[in-house]
């Protein structure tokens, strides 16, 4: 095998293409750039494998690989069917016709020998790459691809010159209410290690088949090369089904992704001629560990932070009274919750399910889609509510599940069938009776302008809370396949999202489907918050909040903080301390609090405020040592952030944890400017922070400053 290096220098990063002479392959690898001449040289073949050796085989050790996999239909799908499809005779006859460089993008021009032409474009970000694949059929005959990656990053890891056999596999399981879980395992214990010789492909191939995104895992994972310290991260911009695969590519391991192919997802796309199809967007990043990776993976959110509302700016409070009135919500009760929060940081005040004429006991779910006010608890509508909200400094929000119909309204009736989505020519139905409009549909959009966004304006509403609570599934009718009609009416999804920014550009949109499932980038992207879990009270709170650092900016996950009279201040302390995870979101009887209640609450929104330049922008480390049974943590966490010359320590204590602890500080002369401590004492003391007096189920938030380098940079 000969080929040649292609490579590409980004500020800190290489991003290295090898090109195969003889067959015109072309695969990308990224290297940190003051690790490129660690790289080294593979062997070529297995001459000390002895069952080889006995036969007089030569066997190749390793292929170059390639920057993308595709499979069509009636072609050679290669020995991996069942197990990957990206090894089979598409990917194989993809040729490199040219390459260039234009400014930050390189883009790379490939060709099939069944007339296919697939544009692959690494642009970077400054701290990532984003990645995208266009396949343009430029034959004469129609095309069907069951397969197309949005990226690959092959040959790894290039620090080695043998069998890769230590590589890692980072992955976070998803799941309602226990989002964000990471795990790690080694090659071989996915029994991805290589065999005697190499005859059939094998991958772990894992992802999401429906509309949740973010159900079993998230589209980010990272590939460990533990002897030369160096992590490859990737996340998809998946809103519906997808999949990531690790294979085994002899000596190497390729980790690729995209939407679901045909096999896991039922997905598979026709190409007449002359048509093209753009795969979703991936992101791709190089680094020395995985919380580093996870940030720049992430980054390029902060460009569309910047396009929020203004009043998005400081990180401003939300009051949701879900956990107030539990679907019984009233023009009286929210003006009453605002004069209990006269004064206090928040800003945003957000009436969720109930607002509407429902079916008793639904919780404000029954008789979704007509989304008529309820007349005997808002009794001059909603307009008036917003309006006397408003006069007490306040910004209303509403609650809508706008892409589901419910039984108990009109628009659920078999009249309206034409309108939702179905599968094999059914009306697809989930959960309680829940069933989804077709967005691809124009009298669909214009129903949902009509009753969502023209609803928001008339009604002077800046603040709209989008939940989604049921799965699609595998996909419905209406498109080349099932996985293709999911994608596309998803896309219409998005589209209605970005309608509603441009017509309505003072809205703040706060993302939730059950909670995190729809904590990925296209969500990401649209909107200034996202609802981190529909965990309310428990005491994972915090856990699942520092889970999710890695897989969000905290400035967008909400967290809930439920305030009630009958709470202990320590458990109060608890619930507000788990809210400076992340974007503060406070519910509860807060209209019913004593005095000393009252106080804890207010000092720590004074604390929230003063914390807001950090949470909104800073690097995260998590410390501690609980457990993975949410129900069952013990020990205790500490989360710091820090950002600049400030330090933000999160404090948590469960089951048995110890009476102190002394917390390692970055190198600085960090001084106390605030805290929340409760029981614990918190202070900084020789580099360390020195906490004490611990008791189970404590909260702490210990705001420093490194008085060093202020009074340099003063």
Request: aromatic share 10%; proline share 4%.
């Amino acid at each position: 095998m000969i080929f040649q290096r292609k490579e590409y220098k980004f500020d800190t990063v290489l991003a290295r293409y090898l090109v195969d002479e003889e067959t015109g392959a072309v695969s990308l690898t990224l290297l940190p750039s003051d690790r490129q001449e660690d790289a080294y040289d593979r062997r070529r073949t297995w001459l000390e494998v002895p069952e080889l050796v006995r036969i007089g085989m030569d066997a190749q050790a390793w292929q170059v690989g390639s920057l993308v996999h595709l499979s069509v239909r009636g072609e050679a799908q290669g020995n991996g069917a069942g197990n990957t499809l990206k090894y089979g005779a598409s990917t194989r006859q993809l040729r490199l016709t040219e390459q260039c460089r234009t400014g930050d993008t390189v883009t790379t021009r490939l060709r099939g020998e069944n007339s296919l032409e697939v544009w692959h474009r690494l642009t970077w970000l400054g701290a990532a790459f984003r990645v995208e694949t266009e396949v343009y059929n430029a034959g004469a005959e129609p095309v069907t691809l069951d397969l197309l990656t949005s990226f690959s990053l092959d040959n790894l890891s290039p620090y080695c010159t043998a069998e890769a056999k230590h590589l890692r596999l980072h992955r976070f399981r998803g799941g309602w209410s226990m989002e964000g879980l990471h795990t790690v395992e080694d090659v071989e214990q996915l029994n991805l290690a290589t065999p005697w010789t190499y005859s059939f492909p094998e991958s772990e191939r894992f992802g999401v088949v429906g509309s949740h995104p973010a159900k079993r895992y998230f589209p980010t994972c990272a590939v460990e090369d533990p002897e030369a310290g160096v992590f490859w991260g990737a996340a998809l911009s998946a809103a519906g089904s997808w999949q990531m695969e690790l294979s085994r590519d002899s000596d190497c391991y390729s980790l690729s992704g995209g939407l679901g192919d045909v096999e896991s997802t039922s997905w598979s796309k026709a190409l007449a001629p002359g048509q093209r199809f753009t795969a979703p967007a991936a992101y791709v990043a190089v680094g020395r560990d995985l919380d580093a990776v996870c940030r720049r993976l992430y980054a390029h959110l902060e460009q569309a932070a910047k396009r929020q509302p203004e009043s998005e700016r400081d990180l401003p409070v939300v009051f949701n009274e879900w956990c107030t009135t539990w679907g019984n919500p009233s023009h009286e009760r929210m003006l009453a919750l605002a004069d209990a929060l006269a004064g206090t940081p928040v800003r945003y005040l957000v009436i969720d399910a109930g607002w509407t004429n429902v079916i008793p006991n639904s919780f404000g779910q029954g008789g979704n889609g007509d989304w008529e006010y309820a007349r005997d608890r808002f009794p001059g509508g909603l307009r008036a509510t917003a309006r006397a909200l408003r006069e007490k400094g306040f910004r209303t929000g509403v609650w809508f599940e706008f892409e589901v119909t419910t039984k108990g309204a009109r628009v659920y009736e078999h009249d309206w069938d034409e309108m939702h989505l179905k599968r094999g020519g059914h009306v697809i139905v989930t959960g309680d009776n829940r069933s989804f409009w077709d967005l691809r549909r124009p009298d669909t959009a214009a129903y949902l302008k009509e009753k969502v966004l023209d609803f928001l304006r008339d009604n002077e509403l800046s603040y709209l809370k989008v939940d989604y609570n049921g799965s699609i599934g595998v996909g419905c009718d209406g498109g080349d396949s099932l996985g293709d009609g999911l994608y596309a009416h998803l896309q219409a999804v998005l589209a209605f999202f970005d309608q509603l920014r441009r017509e309505l550009p003072d809205l703040v949109i706060e993302s939730c489907a059950s909670g995190g499932h729809r904590l990925t980038i296209p969500f990401l992207e649209r909107c200034a918050m996202a609802s981190f879990s529909d965990a309310h009270e428990g005491p994972e709170i915090p856990v699942l909040a520092a889970r999710l650092h890695r897989l969000s900016p905290p400035r967008q996950l909400q967290i809930w903080a439920v305030l009630n009279p009958w709470q202990t201040l320590r458990e109060m302390g608890y619930r507000l301390a788990s809210g400076f995870l992340g974007r503060l979101c406070l519910s509860g009887g807060i209209d019913g609090l004593q005095e000393d209640q009252q106080a804890l609450m207010w000092q720590a929104l004074e604390l929230y405020r003063r914390a807001t330049p950090i949470i909104r922008q800073g690097e995260t480390t998590v410390l501690g040592e609980g457990c993975r049974n949410l129900r069952h943590l013990s020990g205790w966490q500490c989360v710091l952030r820090r950002s600049g010359t400030h330090l933000l320590a999160v404090i948590h204590t469960f089951d048995q944890p110890p009476a102190k602890i002394s917390i390692s500080l970055p190198v600085g002369n960090w001084h106390l400017v605030g805290q929340l401590s409760g029981t614990m004492t918190a202070a900084p003391a020789e580099g360390f922070l020195r906490v004490e007096q611990m008791a189970e189920h404590c909260g702490a938030v210990v705001l420093l400053t490194d008085a060093k380098e202020r009074n340099e940079a003063t």
